[in-house]
């Protein structure tokens, strides 16, 4: 499988992971992302919780103004992909 982890990607997560408090990130976010980015990260963590919290769908769509199409890639990597919702999710422990 095609991946791409490389030396410059953990070079960004070894940034990340020395971020100690929430205003941190959100200076590193706001810098790094554009807004649109990370509206769409925020809606996809969104989502998660509440496909987590067994929200359906349709439900999700009203809340979030999310397409079905991003519900389901949400949804396919929450139960099939490498568990990073799911570590992160029982580690917030939101819902």
Do not use: P
């Not at 959100?26 to 790094?32: A, G, N, S, V």
């Not at 998660?48 to 439900?59: P, V």
């Amino acid at each position: 499988m095609n991946t791409i982890r490389d030396e410059h990607l953990d070079n960004l997560y070894d940034a990340i992971l020395t971020l100690g408090t929430r205003d941190e990130c959100h200076q590193l976010f706001e810098d790094l992302c554009t807004i649109s980015e990370l509206l769409s990260l925020k809606q996809r963590f969104w989502i998660a919780q509440l496909l987590d919290g067994g929200m359906l769908y349709d439900d999700i769509v009203k809340t979030t103004g999310a397409s079905t199409a991003t519900i389901s890639r949400v949804n396919r990597c929450l139960h099939y992909g490498k568990n990073g919702y799911r570590l992160t999710l029982d580690r917030t422990g939101r819902e």
